[in-house]
């Protein structure tokens, strides 16, 4: 079974700071990774998505993840946040064979910027 | 283009009542994913359905169900509602091709009293 892992809860940083969220899964077979974020009050909009190929992916708004094989992780990156990018964070894992659509999600990590 | 569409968007039950949900795909998708998304439990995959076919399971009762259309639309379906349901239910579309982007709507936010 598949499962993800996120180790940040609640992670708080002043404007400017760089920032860096973790994400590990479990999974035996090829997988897809995401990211996704979750505003107040919004829905959940993805940031990037890793399917095959360099290993470093980057996504809207300026961030980036790194898709670590050896390590079964795909952390989020951002040299530089900003007020507006407190939200949730979720990673998302899910199988690449065909016919599979089912996202394995993390706990998400709650991302509060300070100005 | 028209991204996915949830209704209705809030709605109050008491316990023992039914609800049924409603998503519209994005034009084109074939997949449509339903989840449960609370504090408690974060986000979980209820079922998936393609073509009209429950083609993925996750592990809720069977007091949760779904369908879907020809047009590819789906509704879910929850019978005898308890406290412990109240949450926000996501569906999510996608081409359904292996290497997929799962896009989400936003959400029915349901509370059961």
């Known amino acids: 079974a598949q499962s993800v892992s996120q180790h940040n809860h609640h992670v708080i940083l002043s404007e400017a700071a760089s920032l860096e969220l973790g994400c590990n899964y479990s999974?035996?077979?090829?997988?897809?990774l995401f990211w996704y974020v979750q505003y107040p009050g919004q829905h959940l909009q993805l940031l990037l998505k890793y399917f095959s190929g360099d290993p470093l992916v980057k996504g809207i708004k300026g961030f980036e993840a790194e898709f670590i094989k050896s390590k079964f992780s795909f952390n989020l990156r951002k040299p530089s946040v900003q007020w507006s990018d407190t939200a949730e964070y979720f990673c998302a894992v899910s199988s690449s064979n065909f016919g599979n659509e089912k996202l394995t999600f993390g706990t998400g990590t709650r991302l509060t910027i300070i100005p | 283009k028209a991204g996915v569409t949830q209704t209705p968007r809030y709605l109050i039950k008491t316990r023992g009542q039914q609800v049924t949900l409603s998503c519209s795909p994005i034009s084109g998708h074939r997949s449509v994913s339903w989840y449960q998304q609370t504090p408690g439990q974060g986000l979980q995959f209820l079922f998936e359905y393609f073509s009209e076919t429950q083609r993925n399971k996750g592990n809720f009762p069977g007091r949760f169900s779904g369908r879907q259309f020809s047009n590819s639309r789906s509704e879910m379906n929850v019978s005898t509602l308890e406290l412990g349901d109240s949450a926000l239910y996501l569906c999510?579309?996608?081409?359904?091709?292996?290497?997929?982007?799962?896009?989400f709507g936003e959400g029915s936010w349901l509370t059961v009293v």
């Open positions: 999510a579309s996608s081409l359904s091709s292996g290497r997929n982007t799962i896009y």
């Open positions: 999974y035996g077979g090829t997988v897809n």
